[in-house]
């Protein structure tokens, strides 16, 4: 198994919609690519 920890920050800020249409594009790609994650949202900096 392999961990990968990044952070990363927002280039602008980014609505509710916008986070979570974010998240179902990454959902479908990590299902396809047979990959977990998570994703946290905090302010402008994602984890």
């Not at 916008?18 to 994602?46: P, W």
């Amino acid at each position: 198994m392999i961990r990968l920890i990044y952070v990363s920050q927002q280039a602008k800020a980014l609505s509710e919609i916008e986070i979570s249409e974010l998240l179902v594009k990454a959902r479908e790609h990590n299902l396809s690519h047979q990959l977990t994650g998570l994703l946290i949202s905090a302010g402008k900096h994602f984890l």
